[in-house]
């Protein structure tokens, strides 16, 4: 990174916990205008690094020195106010000047705070998080330090602030487990790995190659050291005792080798693929359900929706729309005020909740799981042990003998997802599941999501991770109004854009650059909105696209009523299952430029 007269720079800092080291005489440095994204894996220490630049807490050694005449602005992962004070006080008790009331209001209304003379004890977490944010960002820092800036925050909120911290030189250095929010803002990523700091020049994108050449080179540097290790251990133990000066040359540099060859590369896990989940053709039905808190506050208006097997659904909405009420009343938890909701009598729910699950903090980890179950019975014979399980997400046997009240937050939240799906459900309900996950647990919970073979439906504001998993999306606009779309969030975004015609402020609100769809999005836009005449070509791809997708709406209804008879084997529910998401991924794909050529005149 560069050098230059940096903002931030950190020289040979090293930290640890009693006999826990975790990181040993790392460096690295921030310069005006970077805008460096943190990655660790959780446990390893990016919170612990946070709190040192702060000064919330002391290295062991090295030094941490920032530039004379820049202003430091960081955002803290668990904020804290004093629960009297208003929401426009506890956004200027810290540095803050009173002419930038205008300037608070117009930040705190874009992050969905509108009382500003609430006290600070009445809000949520959340709330308290977002108001947090918007104290920083008031003060116009030289240097923003932001951990896990985008919890709490609905799809809306995440492209308004990444937008903003876009725009300009602004100097930033973020925690954050967003991917494309790291892709779209940062222009570095270091990352926190073995105790050691590994520097990128460029987006996440960038770093996640970069990091697999890396891991590539170390991987062929210790097997060349493996293979000569085994020969000149032969020569060691060849060797007289008493050796000339050339043979201690040689017996230092294979104790140099020795500790080359015997280094350990974290390896990809295996995808966990269970075939022991049996769901039947019944799942569950919402039969036309309302749900209101208040006249002024509608969650559901005489809602229908007929669950099918297999389906990945995610649930999207801002701040309050009524996500979790829903899925509370799904699971039992919340009743409705009218209608009823159907459940299988197959259906075996898991639910990962926003609120997580409380732990006895003398238990072990490897206990925390025992207590469900042994093992998980995978199908086909196969099972996985409680510790294999655990370390299938990432908890090193070391780590599975630590007492509870030794993990991090995200180690927490890691441990609470094992325990539901220990439980072997059927049905998995995960309610903001990626919150305080590092990036490779996200990673291996993506694939098991992908190769899961019951239902799935998940809460989530993280763009990313719902792309990966989900196929169709139930998406709260508020009032009550609820848009059943047949697609992942980009897909929807991207047709949201097509149907607003509303070319300018759209990207005013999402950037320039629109993410990775952007440009072919504004292109097509342009197309619908000039109402130009469709081409022969078009009318012909319309036409065909109309019977391909009347067969493959068809073959996929004969698809799914063979497996709900019950008389399929096992290897032909899993060719069907298979099939099946072909269909849907070809349908939605059919789907989307059906839709586009629609907006054509014909």
């Known amino acids: 990174?560069?050098?230059?007269?940096?903002?931030?720079?950190?020289?040979?800092?090293?930290?640890?916990?009693?006999?826990?080291?975790?990181?040993?005489?790392i460096s690295f440095s921030v310069s005006e205008g970077q805008k460096v994204g943190l990655i660790a894996k959780n446990g390893t220490g990016k919170s612990t690094l946070i709190s040192l630049l702060t000064g919330k807490d002391s290295a062991d050694d090295g030094r941490i020195i920032y530039r004379n005449d820049i202003t430091v602005g960081c955002l803290e992962q668990s904020p804290v106010f004093d629960c009297n004070e208003t929401v426009l006080d506890a956004c200027f008790n810290h540095n803050g000047e009173k002419e930038k009331v205008l300037r608070a209001k117009q930040i705190l209304t874009q992050l969905k705070i509108s009382d500003m003379n609430q006290p600070m004890g009445q809000l949520s977490g959340g709330q308290q998080k977002r108001v947090a944010l918007a104290n920083v960002l008031i003060t116009e820092p030289d240097l923003l330090i932001l951990d896990e800036p985008t919890n709490h925050l609905d799809l809306e909120m995440i492209e308004w602030l990444e937008g903003y911290l876009k725009r300009g030189r602004k100097t930033l250095l973020m925690v954050t487990h967003d991917r494309y929010f790291l892709d779209r803002v940062c222009s570095c990523i270091i990352e926190l790995d073995d105790r050691h700091i590994y520097s990128y020049k460029g987006n996440y994108e960038y770093y996640i190659e970069k990091r697999q050449e890396r891991i590539d080179a170390r991987r062929a540097e210790i097997a060349r050291a493996n293979n000569l290790y085994?020969?000149?251990?032969?020569?060691?133990?060849?060797m007289p005792q008493a050796r000339g000066h050339k043979a201690r040359y040689r017996e230092e540099a294979f104790y140099e080798l020795e500790a080359v060859a015997k280094q350990k590369i974290d390896e990809r896990q295996m995808r966990l693929k269970s075939s022991n989940v049996y769901i039947g053709s019944k799942i569950f039905e919402c039969q036309y359900i309302s749900k209101a808190w208040t006249d002024k506050c509608v969650i559901l208006k005489d809602f229908y929706y007929n669950f099918s097997r297999f389906e990945k659904m995610g649930i999207v909405g801002n701040n309050g729309t009524g996500k979790s009420t829903f899925i509370k009343m799904l699971l039992g938890l919340e009743a409705p005020d009218k209608?009823?909701?159907?459940?299988?009598?197959?259906?075996?729910?898991?639910?990962?909740?926003?609120?997580?699950?409380?732990?006895?903090?003398?238990?072990?980890?490897?206990?925390v799981v025992r207590e469900i179950a042994d093992y998980i019975d995978l199908g086909s014979g196969r099972q996985m042990s409680a510790s294999q399980f655990l370390k299938h997400f990432l908890f090193t046997p070391e780590q599975q003998q630590n007492y509870v009240c030794k993990l991090s937050g995200g180690e927490r939240r890691k441990l609470y997802l094992c325990t539901v799906l220990m439980r072997n459900p059927n049905f998995l309900v995960l309610?903001?599941?990626?919150?305080?996950?590092?990036?490779?647990?996200?990673?291996?919970?993506?694939?098991?999501?992908?190769?899961?073979?019951?239902?799935?439906?998940?809460?989530?504001?993280?763009?990313?991770?719902?792309?990966?998993?989900?196929?169709h999306l139930l998406v709260f606009k508020g009032n009550g109004e609820i848009k059943d779309f047949p697609g992942n969030y980009t897909q929807y975004r991207e047709w949201n854009l097509l149907e607003s015609g509303d070319k300018v402020n759209k990207t005013k609100q999402y950037g320039d650059d629109a993410g990775q769809f952007g440009k072919n999005t504004v292109k097509r836009k342009q197309n619908a909105v000039s109402r130009r005449k469709m081409t022969f070509n078009e009318k012909m791809e319309y036409t065909r696209l109309e019977k391909d997708i009347a067969l493959l709406e068809r073959e996929r209804k004969d698809i799914e009523t063979a497996l709900s008879e019950g008389t399929l084997t096992v290897e032909d529910i899993t060719d069907k299952g298979k099939r099946l998401a072909v269909i849907k991924d070809e349908l939605d794909e059919k789907e989307m430029r059906w839709l586009e050529l629609a907006e054509i005149e014909q």
């Open 1 to 25: 990174m560069a050098k230059d007269n940096p903002f931030l720079d950190v020289q040979c800092l090293t930290k640890s916990f009693g006999s826990l080291l975790l990181f040993e005489d």
């Open 431 to 471: 309610d903001e599941p990626t919150n305080d996950l590092d990036i490779v647990t996200l990673q291996i919970l993506e694939e098991y999501l992908q190769d899961f073979p019951g239902c799935v439906i998940i809460v989530s504001h993280d763009r990313y991770f719902m792309d990966k998993v989900v196929d």
């Open 230 to 238: 085994r020969t000149e251990l032969e020569w060691m133990r060849r």
């Open 339 to 367: 209608g009823k909701i159907v459940v299988g009598d197959t259906v075996r729910f898991g639910y990962f909740s926003q609120e997580g699950l409380k732990f006895n903090d003398n238990d072990k980890v490897i206990d």
